[in-house]
């Protein structure tokens, strides 16, 4: 990547926003960090300059489509442009439908998928006029797959899909050299389960396996780089959960109902703040940084999140590979072995 490019990600002050402005800096980018949590944007600023990137903090609500607006033009005066917008700020309530109120569904709809809508609507209205650059949105697993205690934030990212292949439509229909790309994540290490809105019995965690934010920061630094894929999958767990919902969903349902309420809790007390109307790391709380609880049990790399970044090396194998095989069976059933060939030149 070339030194100096513009990047806005948002969600910034931690977790997986958290790993990618750092992700970003390492390649020497001016990172613009938005999110509301001043503490964490005030530390997750200064990673990033210690990473050798420069950095440039705006809190903002991206739920507000003016603030949002304000904060891409702001954006774009400080760096001149913006090369790469990254949406990723979300939040959420862990607790069975019924038992969520309507202006908690509102608020995860407005910050989650709307959120993305105002964000990736400001970066075009600085992207179009100059035909370039790049929109990255940060998805997940649930984006095609449903869980239960989760309706709000599913909807949302379910919202979001819809919401990306309309607009990748109408940008291949104008021509234009403006991309937009989706990273589908799995279960991350993140502060966010000790920040939801939590209902449960237990203490809400993720479902196993989890991945370190770092794995899905390198997905996102990549995607933003190789736009021209529709996406990306992260995680063993995001592959096998997408293609047993398009081969099988009644199974999956049933599957869900049976395990899904015990895997995504556990013992221990819940959060004590809650980030649904106002930040954890906000002028009373503190900075939680990238990670949450889950470090010793979460992978810091994964096999599929690196052949989907290299897809093209592991079509060039399996070729290989197959073509290796169909001569190896031919020369069997000739009563040769694939070494004759070489036995012969050596003697």
């Not at 990673?47 to 050798?52: F, L, T």
């Not at 989650?112 to 809508?117: E, I, P, R």
């Not at 949105?137 to 899909?161: E, F, T």
Request: charged share 20%.
């Amino acid at each position: 990547m070339k030194r100096g490019k513009a990047v806005v990600v948002t969600g910034a002050s931690a977790g997986v926003g958290r790993a990618t402005a750092r992700a970003f800096a390492e390649r020497g980018a001016r990172v613009a960090l938005l999110a509301r949590g001043r503490e964490g944007l005030a530390a997750a600023a200064q990673e990033v300059r210690d990473a050798g990137g420069e950095a440039l903090v705006v809190p903002v609500d991206m739920a507000d489509a003016k603030a949002v607006d304000a904060a891409a033009q702001q954006v774009a005066d400080t760096f001149g442009r913006i090369d790469v917008w990254v949406n990723n700020a979300f939040t959420g309530v862990f607790a069975p439908f019924t038992e969520i109120s309507a202006d908690e569904f509102r608020r995860v709809t407005e910050v989650t998928y709307l959120g993305y809508v105002f964000g990736t609507r400001a970066a075009l209205r600085h992207m179009l006029p100059r035909d370039k650059g790049t929109v990255v949105q940060v998805g997940s697993a649930l984006a095609y797959r449903g869980v239960p205690l989760q309706s709000a934030y599913c909807g949302a990212k379910h919202a979001i899909q819809g919401f990306t292949e309309s607009l990748r439509c109408e940008l291949l229909h104008d021509g234009s050299k403006v991309r937009t790309t989706m990273v589908q994540l799995p279960a991350v290490n993140t502060p966010q389960f000790d920040w939801v809105v939590d209902r449960l019995p237990g203490r809400a965690r993720p479902v196993a396996p989890v991945y370190q934010p770092e794995v899905a920061a390198r997905a996102i630094v990549h995607a933003a780089f190789h736009p021209r894929r529709r996406e990306y999958w992260v995680g063993g767990s995001t592959a096998a959960t997408l293609l047993a919902n398009a081969v099988v969903p009644g199974l999956l349902d049933r599957y869900l109902a049976r395990t899904g309420y015990d895997s995504q809790q556990e013992d221990g007390p819940h959060g004590t703040t809650a980030n649904l109307w106002s930040p954890a790391d906000g002028a009373r709380g503190r900075d939680h940084g990238a990670h949450g609880r889950f470090d010793g049990e979460s992978a810091d790399r994964s096999v599929q999140e690196w052949a989907s970044r290299n897809r093209n090396r592991v079509g060039a194998g399996l070729v290989v590979g197959g073509l290796g095989a169909v001569v190896a069976a031919g020369l069997r059933r000739r009563g040769r072995t694939p070494w004759t060939p070489l036995r012969r030149i050596t003697g």
